[in-house]
Nanobody, 118 residues
Framework: QVQLVESGGGLVLAGGSLRLSCVVS????????MGWYRQAPGKQREWVAT???????DYVESVKGRFTISRDNALNNVYLQMNGLKPEDTAVYYC????????????WGQGTQVTVSS
């Protein structure tokens, strides 16, 4: 059983910072890409950032320059450092991992709430 557990969400004032963490546990051969997504109330889940096993990163335009994704391959962790938070960043943030267990699988965490007040 593969599990992803996020942590680090909370309530912060606009302009503040939060650091989200995601830990992947279970029997896996390797993790290729890891990413963060978010879903605001009444909206569809949207992609935020991705990091490959080689360390290449990509971000949705709205968070470029404010958010930084990183990973610890030895610990199977992925992080999202969020600076300069805005009220429109308020959402449930989900971690996603593309995992190889013989075949390729995609796993999601349960989400962590981020609320930014103005």
């Amino acid at each position: 059983q593969v599990q992803l557990v996020e942590s680090g969400g909370g309530l912060v004032l606009a302009g503040g910072s939060l650091r989200l963490s995601c830990v992947v546990s279970g029997r896996i051969d390797s993790i290729t890409a890891m990413g963060w997504y978010r879903q605001a109330p009444g909206k569809q889940r949207e992609w935020v950032a991705t990091i490959t096993s080689g360390g290449s990163t990509d971000y949705v335009e709205s968070v470029k320059g404010r958010f930084t994704i990183s990973r610890d391959n030895a610990l199977n962790n992925v992080y999202l450092q969020m600076n300069g938070l805005k009220p429109e960043d308020t959402a449930v943030y989900y971690c996603k991992a593309d995992v190889r267990r013989g075949l390729a699988f995609v796993y999601w965490g349960q989400g962590t709430q981020v609320t930014v007040s103005s």
